[in-house]
């Protein structure tokens, strides 16, 4: 069973614009969520994360909240850049030592 | 230098093969793993290694085996391949657990298996 969901396969943004990336989760053992940017052919890349004791951690362009009493998570990007079209992942861990729990991602797309 | 690096990039097999993907980082990281992306663009754990001791073992068939040389190296070895291993593999390294996750893994550039 999937304990992290992202319910939107894909998110269309002009470019400037703030995109919201938003990741649902079932398990409230979680601690830690990270968000990862992939680009075709390549492996995802980790972009920020959020210790479950915080409900928002920035980095540059990107944010993310954490609500843990809705279990759920977003990523804001501001402003949206071409560049960051890709596809993003959320992911959980914490309730099986080192492992990832992933979402199926978001594919992103900027427009000019 | 690449951080992760995994070979081969693509593996075009026949059923019934017997393949091995290897897989190395040079970051210093004491925990390895090895994830799968099915058709689905699902990116599930199969197996996690810490200090070369298998920690991680997820419901995956025993045709599956892992193999840690060395806190380097997490090399990948299918036996009697069949069509529903076709996906993509990667590999991935992290410094282990705790506050360390927040951190992030680092991942290779994937392997593409198509079994045919």
């Known amino acids: 069973d999937q304990q992290v969901k992202q319910n939107s396969p894909s998110l269309s943004v002009q470019e400037g614009r703030i995109s919201i990336l938003n990741c649902d989760y079932t398990n409230s053992m979680f601690d830690y969520f990270l968000w990862y940017k992939k680009y075709p052919a390549e492996g995802p890349t980790f972009l920020i994360s959020?210790?479950?004791?915080?409900d928002k951690n920035e980095d540059g362009r990107f944010t993310v909240f954490l609500n843990k009493s809705a279990k759920h998570l977003s990523l804001h990007i501001v402003p949206s850049q071409p560049g960051d079209s890709a596809v993003y992942f959320c992911a959980a861990s914490g309730d099986s030592g080192y492992a990832l729990n992933f979402g199926k991602g978001t594919s992103l797309l900027v427009t000019p | 230098d690449t951080a992760v690096s995994q070979t081969p990039k693509y593996l075009v097999t026949q059923m019934g093969n017997d393949k091995s993907i290897k897989c190395e980082q040079n970051l210093g990281h004491d925990t390895m793993y090895w994830y799968k992306q099915d058709s689905k663009k699902f990116l599930k754990i199969m197996f996690s290694?810490?200090?070369?001791?298998?920690?991680i073992n997820e419901t995956v068939p025993n045709r599956f085996s892992p193999k840690s040389p060395d806190k380097a190296h997490l090399n990948l070895h299918i036996n009697s391949l069949e069509l529903g291993d076709s996906a993509v593999y990667f590999c991935?390294?992290?410094?282990?657990?705790?506050?360390?996750?927040?951190?992030?893994?680092?991942f290779g550039s994937g392997t593409r298996l198509t079994v045919v």
């Open positions: 959020i210790s479950s004791i915080k």
């Open positions: 991935a390294s992290s410094h282990g657990t705790g506050a360390f996750v927040s951190r992030g893994y680092t």
């Open positions: 290694y810490n200090n070369k001791e298998l920690i």
